[in-house]
């Protein structure tokens, strides 16, 4: 990125996403949320609000949870990304996937990825999560569809390690 | 998404000297930007004014919890995780690490910064009251040097701070000396998690024979500017904790603050809650005495 | 050959592992080569002529394709019921946000400046944005008197009971707008071509509403139009009739154009300017004995139906037909109509007018109770339904429900008894006040009366030359379970494993028209002709010679393979036939309503806190009798999500208006509950079959919505001994009514819990 003034110009971000290096021109205000739909294809990560408040945006920048819809592109420069498309590479991820769909954690799935996203998240910090612990970790994804319920047990049930009672 | 990304300019000196130097020269142009998680949300509502964007996610010097044997200082760029995983700020701070966990959900808490909850000067900010009772002083970092300032003189009214055009919040600093204080923090909002606070009350006590020796209330969401109740900590100090007294801070507490009705609440019912949060701390307050 | 009982397992979500992975296809994940953007210019007054309409220059329009209804080549309405809602205002608007003009534009951020550039004047009119304003009828917006629709059912002779009543109870009750909140907001992409004519694919519920809409909009025949769902992300109602409206605005951009258009609502455009549940007002007039027995009554219940009729009518006749509860009444006057107001027209939202009518009779119920000194739970026993009674449009009852059993279950389930008691002792100190209340109610499924036969819903099944099994229906998937359990049907039947069939993108060119994906019908009317028209594959094949009884999976391959090769296609239809003793009278608004009701008790727990005033729900039983569980997992899940946007509805969804339009039109100020905020959901089900539905199956997914708001309401009542009237029922209206005293009103029979 250039240090002095730039026009309203697009720029070159580089980032890893999934594993592979990406190379994207994009107006630095871009949202990483459409950069990764419109110009990575990458349509798995879906908007449901544009404000942050429903987390179906949820990816993983750097190890952290983020909404991507919230981030500006420029500030992906050099960061490392997981979206829900780059999760069969990991173990856990798979097994979160498999218990969603045994639990009918999912049900129109628009929330699902950034769901399974902040459990990711959650289970990589805390590998045995108490039903308090997943309750706050996934505070930030809102399902109008299940009512919760089912996406704890699957979470719960994907969790490498159970939690002490 | 109602704004055209190509009409708007982020530019990312990256160093704390490139950043000062850009504000420095051109001043009030250049909005900073960190986690984005209240600039972000403008923008996308098509709300945002200011064109000309300047990163400050990417600045170290920024993003560092100090730990100094009488204080700690706090980059204003660290985020509502930061600080929540900092042994020091859990354990000395517990009100800025509990309103850190009440900010948003967890995606919010790993981009917003302390930073931009003061820049953004929400009177329903979360860590505001805590940054009051802990006596907090400011840092202002411009191209001309450092300034410092007592915190509580920083928000003159309803989203005016007294940031100079060419200026950067630099860090926070808390004193080191409210280990031996009770503390008590409540947020009351339309939901447990991901909301705007209605009321929102950080406070701290310490009794010694029975009485109130030092105690330090401040609501947020009940005036243009978090607030720092003065008037019933004074009514307060040197009192044995009974009924009467509760009950006299209780009304003190209505008399003193300013809420107004809005979009997620009334202006009664916020009234009603700041005295009733302040009334069941002093409650808690009492007994914790007791217990000592 | 295959495992015996798939109806009636938990065999996985059919479309799960694309949900799961990210790979399911919505209509925004869709891109088609020369694609346009489309915008909506909206009216920003209630109601008014519209005057000049001014381009500012400063956009270059020459980039843009502009459409107004002078572009309409068919008809300028979203044909529905009543076909009053224009698709585009052409000489006057009727609520804020109707759409005006349309824009496209091949770079979607060039498009909310370009809609700010559109200057309109109106000659504003007077606007009315209440059911009393409209009522006063000094401003008449539609018709000749604001009344969409209305309906008089009787049974019985009222007017001679009010002599014998040992006691007459009144009382008025509120339920406010609510917004669907689908996670996927409304989007469409459209196209057209001479030859194909208009394709729209879409975010919906319907295809066919949509198709007809096209028909009419665009002046097209049949063979013209083509609708496609997608992958859809939540509907519940609110895209049922709404996105012929989308749809119609996409195609005439993309008619004007000839480039496909695609039109995604952002959170604001979608909250602002579509469809909500309807604000009601019921009022109760009930005479009673002094054993707290019903002996008849009045009830009248009013919606607002928005500034089109819509679905009003329907709205309001299951509104209608639920108003009396699960209670014997015998006899009853109900008057019911919905009303027009300046406001975005109110449609569909999962229970379709029963939550509202049920949460009064529900709420009533306790205030009978109050006056005549007996419990909630034993006033509701002295009323319930019997089998061999009738309900209030005089539909015998003929399962042999139990609601005294189901009741007794629920109040076990939820240790009812006991924590009553331990709440009572515990509300003497503290600030957190324990309560619980509950809720017995009643829920039909599939369309009203003769709506079913008007359906004539049409399904096939085919089987592909490699055996694999095709269902193919025009019902949508949208979350709720279609994919899976109309597979698992069509598995049954044949006798093949689940992985065998799978079901067909609802198509309009591929799919037979099987009715809407509403009213909770699928399951229980579009399943039985799944099973029919499954069957109808195995007897063409058994009749040819070409399969035996017993068959294995690789037999069926084989015969498929013989079959097709010889005949091309092996597809069998079957179309709905009304069940022979459902008889419905239209004008009287009596006899059999539904072909099954569902029943259900629901409890819940809560804690008021006093010092900030806000209800949680500690604790939910939700037990209902629906025939039979076809899938336990699907089953529970559209049970606890029903109940999680109920207890919304109840205590935090609260759309704030101000002259017609929404205030809080973004998610951080209307709020869902969270992962936070909800208790433990436990789910409990009693099967007694059903006669008229797919393996017993009865609706489940409308159901859910009906009970929880009054259990809570109840549950308030009993913890803190005041008694509201009105959802939603928010932290301020609690603190008002204990520091009032206007406005809710103190029932509780003993002093305890009072602030």
């Not at chain 2, 700020?89 to 910064?113: C, D, H, M």
């Not at chain 2, 915190?151 to 004193?175: T, V």
């Not at chain 3, 036939?577 to 059999?592: I, Q």
Request: proline content about 5%.
């Amino acid at each position: 990125m250039n240090p002095s003034k730039e026009t309203a110009a697009k720029c070159e971000v580089s980032f890893t996403v999934n594993g592979e290096k990406k190379k994207v021109l994009a107006h630095p205000m871009e949202r990483l949320l459409d950069v990764l739909r419109n110009e990575l294809k990458l349509t798995g990560t879906k908007e449901g609000c544009g404000e942050g408040e429903c987390g179906s945006c949820s990816i993983l920048l750097d190890g952290m949870l983020v909404n991507s819809c919230l981030v500006p592109v420029a500030q992906a420069s050099g960061a490392s990304m997981i979206t829900i498309e780059g999760i069969p590479a990991h173990d856990l991820l798979k097994s979160l996937q498999e218990a969603f769909l045994e639990c009918g954690g999912a049900q129109c799935g628009i929330c699902t990825p950034g769901m399974i996203l902040a459990a990711v998240h959650l289970l990589e910090k805390t590998p045995d999560p108490a039903l308090a612990d997943i309750r706050e970790g996934l505070a930030g994804n809102l399902c109008r569809c299940t009512g919760y319920m089912q996406i704890f047990e699957a979470v719960s049930k994907a969790a490498p390690r159970r939690a002490a009672k | 998404m109602r704004a055209d990304p190509s009409d708007y300019k982020l530019v990312s000196p990256g160093t704390l000297k490139g950043v000062l130097s850009l504000l420095s020269s051109e001043p009030s142009q250049w909005l900073p930007i960190a986690g984005g998680t209240d600039v972000m949300v403008l923008y996308s509502a098509g709300k945002l004014l200011n064109h000309n964007l300047i990163n400050i996610w990417n600045i170290p010097e920024l993003r560092q919890i100090e730990v100094f044997p009488d204080s700690i200082r706090i980059g204003a760029a660290c985020t509502y995780t930061a600080l929540r995983e900092h042994g020091t700020v859990s354990k000395e701070f517990p009100l800025l690490a509990t309103a850190a966990s009440w900010t948003g959900g967890i995606a919010n808490q790993n981009r917003g910064t302390l930073g931009g909850n003061i820049a953004n000067a929400s009177p329903a900010a979360d860590s505001l009251p805590a940054l009051l009772v802990y006596d907090a002083e400011i840092t202002l970092i411009s191209a001309r040097g450092e300034r410092r300032m007592a915190y509580r003189n920083f928000h003159a009214g309803y989203k005016k701070i007294a940031l100079a055009p060419d200026e950067l919040i630099q860090s926070i600093s808390l004193p080191r000396r409210f280990s031996g204080f009770f503390s008590h923090a409540r947020k009351v909002g339309a939901r447990n998690a991901q909301a705007i606070s209605k009321v929102c009350l950080a406070a701290l006590g310490q009794c010694a024979s029975g009485a109130i020796r030092d105690v330090r209330l401040a609501l947020g969401s009940v005036a243009p500017v978090p607030l720092r109740l003065h008037e019933t900590e004074r009514v307060l100090t040197g009192q044995k904790i009974e009924a009467s007294l509760i009950d006299a801070a209780g009304k003190c507490v209505v008399k003193e603050i300013r809420p107004i009705d809005d979009i997620r609440s009334t202006a009664r019912y916020r009234a009603a809650v700041a005295g009733n949060l302040v009334t069941e701390f002093l409650e808690k307050l009492a007994a914790a005495g007791s217990r000592a | 050959m295959t495992a015996p009982h798939i109806v009636g397992s938990s065999v996985p979500r059919k479309e799960g592992w694309d949900k799961v992975t990210g790979a399911a296809r919505y209509v925004d994940d869709m891109v088609l080569p020369g694609m346009l953007y489309g915008a909506t210019v909206r009216s920003t007054i209630a109601r008014g002529k519209i005057g000049k309409i001014s381009f500012d220059p400063g956009i270059t329009w020459s980039e843009f394709v502009v459409v107004s209804s002078k572009d309409i080549p068919g008809k300028n309405c979203i044909a529905l019921i009543l076909d009053d809602q224009p698709c585009l205002a052409s000489e006057a608007v009727n609520h804020p946000e109707e759409p005006i003009l349309l824009l496209a534009h091949p770079d979607r951020h060039k498009l909310r400046k370009a809609v700010e550039s559109v200057a309109i004047d109106y000659d504003p009119l007077p606007s009315i944005h209440s059911i009393e304003e409209s009522e006063e009828q000094s401003t008449i917006i539609w018709g000749g008197d604001n009344i969409l629709k209305s309906y008089l059912v009787e049974k019985g002779d009222v007017d001679s009971v009010w002599k014998e009543a040992a006691h007459i109870v009144e009382g008025e009750y509120f339920t406010g707008a609510q917004e669907q909140l689908y996670i996927e907001n409304n989007g469409v992409i459209a196209a057209y071509d001479p030859e194909h004519g208009v394709t729209v694919w879409g975010s919906l519920q319907c295809p066919y509403y949509v198709h007809k809409a096209l028909m009419a909009l665009c002046g097209l025949p049949e063979n013209k139009v083509r609708v496609v769902q997608m992958e859809t992300g939540g509907a519940f109602g609110g895209k049922e009739e709404y996105p012929s409206m989308i749809a119609g605005h996409a195609a005439l951009l993309a008619l004007k154009s000839g480039r496909p258009v695609k039109i995604i609502y952002d959170r604001m455009e979608d909250m602002v300017a579509t469809t909500k549940r309807h604000p009601s007002r019921t009022r109760h007039r009930t005479a009673v004995d002094r054993d707290g027995k019903i002996l008849g009554g009045e009830i009248n219940f009013t919606i607002d139906g928005g500034a089109y009729a819509t679905l009003s009518s329907v709205v309001l006749s299951r509104g209608t037909i639920h108003a009396g509860g699960p209670y014997h009444w015998p006899c009853v006057r109900i008057r019911t109509k919905a009303v027009a107001t300046n406001t975005p027209p109110h449609g569909a939202f999962r229970g379709f007018g029963a939550p509202q009518s049920l949460f009064a009779m529900e709420r009533h119920m306790n205030r009978i109770a109050h006056v005549v000194g007996i419990s909630p739970v034993e006033v509701r026993r002295r009323n319930f339904l019997k089998p061999g009674q009738t309900t209030t449009t005089q539909q015998v009852i003929r399962e042999e429900i139990n609601l005294h059993h189901l009741l007794d279950r629920a109040l076990e389930l939820s240790d009812y008894a006991a924590k009553k008691k331990r709440f009572a002792e515990e509300n003497k100190i503290g600030a957190r006040k324990k309560g619980i209340g509950i809720a017995a109610f009643l829920h039909g499924a599939g369309f009203t009366g003769s709506g079913e036969r008007y359906l004539n819903s049409l399904v096939g099944v085919e089987a592909l030359a490699d055996g694999t099994v095709r269902v193919l229906v025009s019902s949508a998937e949208f979350g709720q379970g279609t994919n899976t359990v109309l597979c698992q049907f069509a598995a049954e039947a044949l006798a093949l494993p689940y992985r065998n069939v799978v079901i067909a993108q609802p198509d309009t060119t591929v799919v037979p028209n099987s009715g809407p994906t509403v009213a909770s019908r699928t399951a229980m009317i579009v399943g039985k002709l799944v099973q029919s028209a499954a069957q109808g594959i195995k007897q063409t094949l058994t009749k040819t010679g070409l399969l035996a009884d017993g068959y294995t999976l690789e037999q069926f391959r084989a015969a498929c393979a013989q079959y097709i090769a010889a005949h091309e296609t092996l597809k069998s239809y079957a179309r709905y036939e009304a069940p022979a003793n459902v008889y419905w009278d239209d004008e009287k608004y009596r006899g059999e309503a539904y072909a099954a009701f569902a029943w259900a008790v629901y409890v819940a727990g809560v804690t008021v806190d006093l010092t900030t005033y806000a209800v949680t729900v500690d604790d939910f039983v939700a037990l209902q009798e629906v025939g039979n569980v076809i899938n336990p997992v699907l089953a529970e899940g559209q049970i606890t999500g029903g109940v999680a946007q109920a207890i919304g509805f109840a205590l935090y969804e609260k759309v704030l208006w101000q002259n017609g339009r929404m205030l809080n039109n973004q998610m951080t100020n209307y709020i869902m509950p969270g992962s936070l905020d909800l208790p433990p959901i436990r789910v409990f089900f009693q099967e007694l079959g059903n006669v008229h539905g797919a393996h017993g199956a009865k609706g489940i997914g409308e159901l859910p919505m009906d009970g929880p708001a009054p259990a809570i309401v109840s549950a308030v009542e009993d913890a803190i001994g005041v008694s509201f009237h009105s959802i939603p029922l928010q932290p301020e209206d609690l603190f008002e009514a204990l520091h009032h005293e206007s406005v809710g009103q103190a029932v509780s029979p003993s002093t305890r819990g009072r602030a």
